[in-house]
């Protein structure tokens, strides 16, 4: 199967930093990236969903301006959480979808997740 | 109202017993369905896909009912290695989005 990975595992700031986050996909080409957060005992939910070369697409409520993603290849997107506060506390997890061997895949890869603590 | 509601549990059952996860979505334009498997701090892992004709993997089986709206896991003769939070999972179309309840929680007892 196809593996994606994340970087860091886990990362603990003080407000008001800047913290960024990798997703890689590691043998195949990710198409399309997505981002997710997850808070404790509650579900994922979907925060932006980006296409390579493309702007990302924000879900209601996700600001985009404090949340900055970048899709620029085929194997890395990142996410960049700008001025952190402890509200933004959180497990980030990204997946992948996309192209292998000429193959398009029609599952979401999940990488191993961010747990992003704000001081 | 939750697009995708799940009985939070938590399930803790004895090793051996069958236990039965329920799940209702309510976009009926919903064309795919999951569930997923999520260890404590870790990232969700596909357990199955779902068909409407119902599937079966081993010990667990998947159940689809489209016109309730409502999707079912079974597992069997549970194992320690079970406890975990299983995730419904639901898809308007391909899995370009993907929509996840909340989980139910499993404990398998010793």
């Known amino acids: 199967g196809a593996v994606v990975s994340q970087h860091p595992s886990w990362v603990i700031c003080k407000s008001g930093t800047s913290v960024k986050i990798e997703c890689r996909s590691l043998?195949?080409?990710?198409?399309?990236m997505f981002w997710y957060r997850q808070f404790p005992k509650q579900s994922l939910m979907l925060m932006a969903t980006?296409?390579?070369?493309?702007?990302?697409?924000?879900e209601q409520g996700v600001e985009k301006d404090k949340f900055l993603i970048n899709h620029a290849s085929l194997t890395l997107s990142t996410l960049t959480v700008t001025s952190a506060h402890p509200e933004d506390s959180s497990f980030y997890i990204c997946?992948?979808?996309?192209?292998?061997?000429?193959?398009?895949?029609?599952?979401?890869?999940f990488g191993p997740g961010t747990r992003l603590t704000v001081l | 109202r939750k697009e995708v509601e799940q009985d939070p549990g938590p399930f803790n059952v004895p090793e051996g017993a069958t236990v039965a996860f329920n799940c209702t979505y309510s976009?009926?334009?919903?064309?795919?369905f999951f569930w997923y498997r999520q260890d404590c701090r870790k990232e969700p892992k596909l357990l199955m896909s779902?068909?409407?004709s119902g599937n079966e993997d081993g010990r667990f089986t998947a159940q689809l009912n489209r016109a309730s709206q409502y999707i079912s896991l079974l597992i069997r003769d549970s194992k320690l290695s079970d406890s975990a939070t299983y995730l419904c999972?639901?898809?308007?179309?391909?899995?370009?989005?993907?929509?996840f309840g909340s989980g139910t929680q499993l404990t398998v007892l010793p």
């Open positions: 976009n009926s334009a919903s064309q795919s």
């Open positions: 980006s296409n390579e070369g493309s702007k990302a697409t924000y």
């Open positions: 779902v068909y409407s």
């Open positions: 999972v639901v898809s308007s179309g391909s899995a370009r989005q993907l929509t």
């Open positions: 043998d195949f080409q990710a198409t399309t």
């Open positions: 997946s992948a979808t996309g192209l292998a061997g000429g193959f398009s895949y029609n599952e979401q890869f």
